[in-house]
């Protein structure tokens, strides 16, 4: 059932925006020195009613509506993508492709550098396309038979992967205003908890494949679930909707409320559209884009090397179903920091509460403590960096206005920040085992670097927020500016105020 009224109805039943907000809607131009601005359009708002008022209740229902639409199959899509990893190296890949030394590692690392290549313009078809694609190569990958041709698949993997994450989190950045993204990432993103947990059960089962039409057990895992995610991009591209104006399970009153709460949650001028390179070269020069990174990969380089590489010195069937409950905890604490952060609408306190308990686990992981407690070291090394990452990329999303600078600010953020996740998966060396002190120890460092990081960057957002809130009580507002000119300023507009 609609959150609103039938359209029939909507005249009738729904009550209108008060008419201040209908005009900034509307119309959305600011008169300044006699002289009237262009009337702007926002994803598509001016083919729109002007946008209902909601009660608090209203509200929630609408955006679980959206929620029930979009977040399943995109988990689901994700879910996909992780379920391959690792688990055929314990199934036997490495011993049958006779891989020695770090082979197996350079043969990550060609998918993961290949990663920051990210076409988020393109996001209406990443989630579709990309994925059918993808799904055919890992079927693929089942079926080769020495070093190189893993290598060469492996590299059309990490193509066909590369804009997955970065486009699917800015195309949620359409949809959701800044204080409910983060839940709403958490959401996708626990999809790579529990396909940690699922694949782990998975491999263990088609493990009893091994000899079937000649071929080992890894080779199935492979082919598989290359089918089945196939299987999922075709279903996608039947559920998935380009964005709110044109999504048809909302009546016309509930697309012009997703828009109107979107464009005013930054600004009360709302976010610039159009494209210019101006918004582009602004990503490049902005300071809190390159911390960002920083802290970015202080949390990656942990979550791709515990994910990659979980030794625990048994048997493989038993490491196979050993990696399931570390990652089952990760997708409570994954969801639970989410939930709270939106909440609170706090970002950093979650981040820091992840980097500490990488640092716990890790410290325990480098230690000679015993086995089991190794393993038990892995749960906090596990839920710290996948329950912080949501929050780190949406930290940056929250904080960048404009749609073409959000746009490729998460691009360069996310393609640069997975170089650790590159760097993560050489540094686990099998002469190394089984205490893995050099891995360890540069997973440390990163973790280090975010407790720099970090602070850092709450003193500068919080010391640019006291600014520019001094500023707008001497000046009694931004009446000053064009909209234009609150549309190229962007995040430095002086009422858009960072969240910490």
């Known amino acids: 059932m609609s959150v609103l009224h039938n359209k029939e109805n909507d005249s009738a039943s729904v009550e209108k925006a008060p008419a201040c907000i209908s005009n900034i809607l509307e119309n959305t131009s600011v008169e300044k020195e006699g002289k009237q601005d262009e009337v702007f359009d926002f994803s598509g708002d001016s083919s729109l009613p002007s946008p209902p008022v909601l009660t608090l209740e209203q509200e929630k229902k609408l955006y679980r509506k959206i929620d029930s639409r979009l977040m399943p199959i995109l988990s689901i899509i994700y879910l996909c993508s992780f379920l391959d990893r690792g688990n055929a190296k314990l199934a036997g890949l490495v011993t049958e492709l006779n891989l020695v030394g770090n082979q197996y590692n350079i043969a990550l690392v060609r998918s993961l550098v290949l990663k920051k290549f990210r076409p988020s313009r393109l996001v209406q078809w ?21 070093y190189q041709q893993l290598i060469g698949v492996r590299v059309c993997l990490g193509v066909a992967e590369a804009g997955l994450f970065p486009g699917v989190v800015y195309y949620l950045t359409f949809w959701y205003p800044r204080h409910k993204l983060q839940y709403r990432i958490g959401l996708f993103y626990s999809a790579a908890t529990i396909a940690g947990a699922f694949s782990g059960l998975l491999a263990f089962a088609i493990e009893f494949m091994g ?92 979550l791709y090397g515990i994910s990659l590489f979980l030794p625990f010195g048994y048997s493989t069937p038993i490491t196979q179903l050993l990696t399931v409950p570390p ?112 891995g360890h120890g540069i997973e440390l460092m990163f973790v280090g670097m975010g407790f720099i990081t970090v602070p850092i960057t709450i003193f500068i957002y919080t010391r640019i927020n006291r600014q520019r809130a001094a500023e707008l009580e001497r000046s009694g507002g931004i009446g000053q500016y064009s909209v234009k000119e609150i549309h190229e300023l962007g995040d430095r507009t002086p009422d858009f105020k960072y969240m910490l």
């Open 126 to 146: 990443i989630p579709l396309t990309s994925q059918i694609v993808w799904g055919i190569v890992m079927t693929l990958m089942g079926l080769v038979k020495t």
């Open 211 to 302: 000899g079937t039409q000649g071929l080992e057990a890894w080779s199935w895992i492979f082919i598989l679930e290359g089918i089945a995610t196939v299987g999922v991009g075709m279903i996608s591209l039947f559920i998935l909707v380009d964005f709110p104006a044109t999504a048809s399970f909302l009546t016309l009153e509930e697309r012009a409320y997703v828009i109107w709460k979107k464009k005013h949650d930054n600004t009360t001028a709302g976010e610039a559209e159009l494209f210019s390179w101006h918004y582009v070269w602004a990503v490049f020069k902005d300071w809190q884009v390159w911390l960002q990174i920083l802290t970015y990969m202080s949390i990656v380089a942990p």
């Open 327 to 438: 990652y089952v905890f990760a997708t409570i604490v994954l969801l639970t920091f989410a939930h709270y952060s939106d909440k609170i609408q706090l970002r950093s306190p979650f981040i820091v509460l992840g980097l500490i308990m990488c640092l716990i686990g890790f410290s325990i992981n480098i230690s000679s403590a015993p086995r089991g407690v190794k393993y038990f070291g892995t749960f906090f090394c596990v839920a710290g960096s996948y329950a912080a990452f949501p929050g780190v990329v949406a930290w940056l999303g929250n904080n960048l206005a404009g749609q073409y600078k959000r746009g490729v600010g998460m691009a360069l953020h996310i393609g640069l920040g997975n170089l650790s996740g590159a760097i993560a998966s050489n540094i686990y060396r099998s002469e190394d085992s089984p205490r893995y002190i050099l």
